[in-house]
């Protein structure tokens, strides 16, 4: 069990499956709605604690989720697995890179060896001018410290998938997963906060429907749950409420938790 006595807090960039949300093209009544919790990016959250702010995910919509964010500062990033939708947007990170000089990412090894492959102007001895470079971190299923925030990862099952959620202090991270093994169940005891992925209410061979996290929600049992990760074919985020229990709700761009 981890626990951290120190504030935390979580702002949700994204909040969408990979395609978004609208859908390119969809006339559905989601996709047409006015209001704009409907409207989701690709999936990524800042964690701010112990003075330090933590990107987890960097997809394709990160520049313009950083330029409407509460607050652009930035001290490492954390990936959950190589998916494009989760990944897409490293390039968008030069800024910080040509601040710091090398900008840090965690990641499992695959996700370093997919970033060099598809970014290789950013790694290697001679790369190219001014393109933004990286230090990279490989984690695996053993707690780290990133940047001096202490890190446990939550190995999750995305399809055939092995990827990462993750816990810092009482508040933990879970996104693209469709099996959480016992050992995962373990570290996730007395989190106060828990965010996972539901994709819609429909079966899917890769993803939480709602349904099924509602009962990672019930085994967990956090004061508060957020789900994230959701398709169109969630329905309005206003009527979320109507159907959800007690303390857990759909999370949506832009919100902001404190614990």
């Given at each position: 069990m981890q626990s951290n006595q120190q504030s935390i807090e979580i702002e949700f960039l994204g909040t969408g499956t990979s395609t978004g949300v609208p859908v390119v093209g969809?006339?559905?009544?989601?996709?047409?709605?006015?209001?704009?919790?409907?409207?989701?990016?690709?999936?990524?959250?800042?964690?701010r604690t112990e003075g330090k702010t933590i990107l987890i995910d960097c997809g394709p919509d990160f520049r313009m989720q950083m330029l409407r964010a509460t607050d652009y500062h930035l001290d490492a990033m954390i990936a959950t697995h190589v998916h494009y939708d989760h990944v897409g947007g490293v390039d968008d990170l030069r800024p910080y890179c040509h601040r710091l000089?090398?900008?840090?990412?965690?990641?499992?090894?695959?996700?370093?060896?997919?970033l060099r492959m598809k970014m290789p102007y950013s790694f290697g001895a001679n790369p190219y001018p001014g393109a933004p470079r990286f230090q990279e971190h490989e984690v695996g299923d053993e707690p780290f410290c990133c940047e001096g925030v202490m890190v446990t990862p939550l190995p999750v099952?995305?399809?055939?998938?092995l990827i990462n959620g993750y816990r810092i202090g009482d508040l933990a991270y879970i996104t693209d997963a469709k099996t959480i093994d016992e050992s995962t169940f373990e570290r996730l005891a007395g989190v106060r906060l828990l965010v996972i992925n539901g994709l819609r209410f429909k079966e899917h061979s890769t993803h939480f429907t709602i349904a099924e996290a509602l009962e990672v929600i019930r085994r967990v049992n956090p004061e508060q749950a957020y789900i994230t990760?959701?398709?169109h074919d969630a329905g309005f985020h206003a009527d979320s409420e109507k159907i959800l229990p007690e303390g857990v709700h759909f999370a949506y761009d832009g919100l902001v938790v404190r614990i």
């Open positions: 969809c006339q559905c009544a989601v996709c047409k709605s006015t209001d704009a919790r409907d409207s989701r990016m690709r999936s990524s959250a800042l964690i000089g090398y900008f840090p990412i965690y990641a499992r090894s695959e996700v370093l060896k997919d099952w995305h399809g055939k998938l990760h959701l398709c």
